[in-house]
């Protein structure tokens, strides 16, 4: 089957940098994703990582180590508009379906 | 586009009755889910189809769960009959590439 192990909450400051990690198992994996939800709000796409290394977009980049089964989400210059659920997501097994970590819920404070 | 559609975005109903969550996926897109939202379990995927055929469906509960999707352009998720324990927030998202659109959800409070 597939699991993935993320931190449950992180709190940051405004302005600082905040690393979320995602653990995964799986077998058969194609990518690792990550989702944002704000609360009472629906996920929404962030990023995917396919291969090894770290892609950036804007104030938020995604890396992957496949050998090591982790990845990660790192947010820069955090807002409070960033407080919201963040989701490791992989897409794996047979039959290319993609599930979802348990969430970390990220706060950030003034 | 308007994004995924879902109806009704909010839905009480008692124990024992029938419940239709409906969903209609962003046009040209081929995969379809369903998933279930609680605090306790977190996004669960319930079921995939691919060109309007299942294909795993091994997250749906138990027989009372059965979803369909006659066309590219519908789906529904049909809970017959529903339990308190089925409240949730379930989402439909239909996939381009990598990346999955998720609908607003239906939240369902079952009584």
């Known amino acids: 089957g597939q699991s993935l192990e993320q931190p449950s909450e992180v709190t940051a400051v405004e302005g600082a940098i905040v690393q979320i990690n995602c653990t995964y198992q799986?077998?058969?994996?194609?990518?690792l994703s990550w989702y944002q939800q704000h609360d009472g709000g629906a996920p929404t796409f962030l990023s995917y990582n396919a291969l090894d290394g770290l892609e950036e977009t804007g104030r938020f980049s995604s890396f992957l180590s496949r050998s090591d089964s982790y990845g990660y989400l790192l947010l820069q210059e955090l807002q409070m508009k960033d407080s919201a659920s963040y989701f490791c997501?992989?897409?794996?097994?047979?039959?290319?379906?993609?599930?979802f970590g348990t969430g970390t819920l990220l706060a950030v404070q003034p | 586009d308007a994004g995924v559609i879902q109806s009704p975005r909010h839905e009480v109903t008692e124990m024992g009755q029938e419940v239709t969550l409906r969903c209609k996926p962003i046009?040209?897109?081929?995969?379809l889910f369903w998933y279930r939202q609680t605090m306790m379990r977190g996004l669960e995927l319930l079921i995939y189809f691919n060109n309007n055929v299942p294909i795993d469906d091994s997250g749906m509960p138990e027989d009372r769960f059965s979803a369909k999707m006659p066309n590219a352009s519908f789906s529904t998720l049909k809970i017959q009959p529903s339990e308190p324990r089925d409240s949730a927030v379930y989402f439909c998202?239909?996939?381009?590439?990598?990346?999955?659109?998720f609908g607003p959800g239906t939240r369902l409070t079952v009584l």
């Open positions: 799986t077998s058969g994996f194609y990518g």
């Open positions: 046009s040209g897109h081929n995969s």
């Open positions: 998202a239909s996939r381009e590439g990598y990346e999955q659109f």
């Open positions: 997501a992989v897409r794996g097994g047979a039959t290319n379906k993609l599930i």
